[in-house]
């Protein structure tokens, strides 16, 4: 039986709903250009970009805590929004959407970024409202309804390619995803990583050098699951779920409980880029197994029972 994986989800139209997600791609076009030939992806998000150059956290930045879970602090490296061109020219180049991230320090900063990203051809934006680790930047802004509310709305009201807005795993975070929404979000992306921490026992100081860092991961998949869930349940909104995705299972749970498209993150970090093509030939398969003719069919068919 042939299957349709093809998904609309916020403006965008996307051949199968397998995505790259944000921190993986770094700042090099050809790495874009690698995971995008051998990894065939739906689309890529850029790696998160400021109005300017961020050095980011000095090593150790992220510790790996078994069973494909990590923390990591990064710190929002990256070259600034002036690159925005070279990054997102590369997917245009093999039909690729490529979706930008950007994060402000307020919401001036964040439609000055917007404008430049939609400027650089970018296919949508993603607001990164939700980093854990950064002061100044990210939770911060987005924890706060209304804030989230007056950045979406004030970006919405200057570009015309689709605004998505990237939350954490917070309580009010249906609250928060509401007023995203009632701004003009054409989608949601939950959810960024969770604060932890990892203590060396020896030394009796903190691994990572900002202390605080992001769980992402395994560990990470099941809140994933629980806040698409209700999210969900609540809104009956395009969200795109991200955390914990590292084979077809975990993607069709992410599916299953709301998600109309995932992004893919930790599975690239032991994996080479074809373990895209695996979770998405994998889900194909399962749809056959089940007899569903078309993916739009598992969105969200969590049995609420």
């Known amino acids: 039986m042939v299957v349709s994986l093809e998904v609309l989800v916020g403006g965008l139209r996307l051949k199968h709903p397998v995505m790259v997600g944000s921190g993986v791609l770094g700042d090099k076009p050809e790495l874009i250009e690698r995971l995008v030939r051998e990894g065939d992806p739906s689309a890529v998000v850029t790696k998160t970009l400021t109005k300017y150059r961020r050095e980011g956290y000095l090593p150790p930045i992220i510790v790996e805590l078994g069973c494909d879970s ?5 710190g929002l490296a990256n070259p600034g929004i002036e ?9 245009l180049r093999y039909g690729i959407p490529v979706v930008v991230s950007i994060a402000g320090s307020s919401i001036d900063e964040f439609v000055e970024l917007g404008i ?25 802004l987005g924890r706060d309804p209304q804030t989230t509310y007056e950045v979406v709305r004030n970006v919405k009201s ?50 990572l050098t900002a202390r605080v860092g992001g769980l992402s991961g395994k560990a990470l998949h099941p809140v994933a699951v629980r806040v698409i869930y ?27 409980a709301g998600a109309k498209a995932v992004q893919v ?41």
């Open 70 to 74: 990590y923390l990591n602090a990064v």
């Open 265 to 305: 993150v930790s599975a690239l970090i032991k994996n080479p880029p074809t373990v895209i093509k695996e979770i998405v030939n994998s889900i194909s398969n399962y749809m056959n197994e089940i007899d569903i003719k078309d993916i739009k069919h598992l969105v969200g068919a969590v049995t609420h029972d």
């Open 116 to 140: 430049k990203a939609e400027l650089g051809k970018a296919s949508a934006i993603e607001l990164n409202l939700s980093c854990p680790h950064v002061k100044g930047l990210g939770a911060e």
């Open 83 to 91: 690159v925005v061109n070279d990054l997102v020219s590369v997917g």
């Open 158 to 207: 200057v570009v015309k390619i689709p605004v998505w807005v990237k939350l954490g795993p917070w309580d009010n975070v249906v609250e928060v995803a509401s007023k995203s929404l009632s701004a003009g979000a054409n989608a949601l992306v939950l959810i960024n990583t969770l604060r932890g921490m990892k203590i060396d026992i020896y030394s009796r100081k903190p691994i």
């Open 230 to 256: 209700e999210v969900y349940k609540e809104l009956k909104c395009d969200i795109v779920g991200v955390g914990g995705v590292l084979n077809h299972e975990t993607a069709i749970e992410l599916i299953l």
